[in-house]
C-alpha cells in the first residue's frame, strides 16, 4: 500500500527573485536598491510572483525571527516539521526543534544535557511570555486607537483577570486549557456566552477579528 502523502500546512517563507537568482542562495552581491522596491524575504499562504520558497527549519529559525515573532516562528518550523517528519530533518534541525520544545525528552536527551535543558526551558518560558505580552500590548493599542476612552477602560478592566492568565500562564481558551480564557471572552464562547466582547455595545466583528488575530498570529 502506498505510502499516504502528508498536506503541507502554515505559511510559506519566500525569498526574492533577482534576475530569476534567489537572494543569498544564487546571488550574494545585492542591495536594497536592486529590489525595485520588494521586501527581500516576506511570509504569506502561498508562493508569490517574483519570490521563491525557502521555508525551512534552520531558515525559519533565522530569517524569520527577522520578520515574525517567537510564537509565529514556532508555530511554522512545527507545522514544517510535521509535515517533513523525521526523515526529512537533520541533526541541527533536531536541535533547534528540541531548543523550542516541539521534539519529546527521549529525543532532546540525545542532544543536550539534563542541565542544557533546564536552560532551554528557561529561555524557551521567558521568551513564550515576552512574546505574549507583546501581542497583548499590540491588541490594546489596536483596539484603544478605535475605541473611546469610557469604553476602551471598560474592555480593560473586564479582561485584566484574563490577560494577567494569558500572558503568565498561557490561558487562551476552555477547549485548549481546560478552562475559560481570554479568546472565550472576545469571542463570547463558554461562561462569556452573552456576557463577552460581542455583548457590548461598541463591539464590532472587525474590532474582535483584529484583536484575535494578533493575539494568536502577532
Same mark, same amino acid.
Given at each position: ?37 520588494? @521586501? ?45 517528519? $523525521? ?10 526543534? &528540541? ?25 524557551? =518560558?521567558?521568551?513564550?511570555?515576552? &512574546? ?8 490594546? $493599542? ?22 494577567? $492568565?494569558?500572558? @503568565? ?12 480564557? =481570554?479568546?472565550?471572552? =472576545? ?29 494568536? $498570529?502577532?
Amino acid at each position: 500500500m502506498a505510502k499516504e502523502e502528508k498536506e503541507r500546512t502554515g505559511k510559506y517563507l519566500l525569498v526574492y527573485l533577482l534576475d530569476g537568482k534567489r537572494l543569498n542562495v544564487d546571488i550574494f552581491n545585492w542591495s536594497y536598491s536592486d529590489l525595485n522596491g520588494n @521586501k527581500p524575504w516576506i511570509v504569506a499562504d502561498e508562493i508569490v510572483e517574483g519570490y521563491a520558497d525557502v521555508s525551512s527549519i534552520a531558515n525559519w529559525d533565522s530569517i524569520g525571527r527577522e520578520l515574525k515573532d517567537y510564537y509565529f516562528v514556532r508555530r511554522e518550523i512545527k507545522n514544517l516539521y510535521d509535515f517533513l517528519g $523525521n526523515d526529512g530533518i537533520g541533526e541541527e534541525d533536531a536541535k533547534i526543534l &528540541c531548543q523550542l520544545f516541539i521534539l519529546p525528552k527521549e529525543k532532546r536527551d540525545i542532544f543536550y544535557t539534563e542541565d542544557e535543558q533546564k536552560i532551554l526551558w528557561n529561555h524557551f =518560558l521567558t521568551s513564550s511570555m515576552l &512574546c505574549r505580552e507583546n501581542r497583548w500590548e499590540s491588541a490594546k $493599542n489596536y483596539i484603544s486607537y478605535y475605541l473611546d476612552p469610557i469604553n476602551s477602560s471598560d474592555l480593560a478592566i473586564d479582561t485584566q483577570l484574563l490577560c494577567e $492568565n494569558y500572558i @503568565k500562564y498561557n490561558i487562551l481558551e476552555e477547549s485548549i486549557n481546560g478552562k475559560p480564557g =481570554l479568546l472565550d471572552y =472576545l469571542k463570547g464562547t463558554s461562561i462569556y456566552n452573552g456576557t463577552g466582547f460581542p455583548s457590548k455595545s461598541y463591539w464590532s466583528q472587525e474590532y474582535q477579528d483584529g484583536i484575535i488575530d494578533i493575539i494568536e $498570529n502577532g
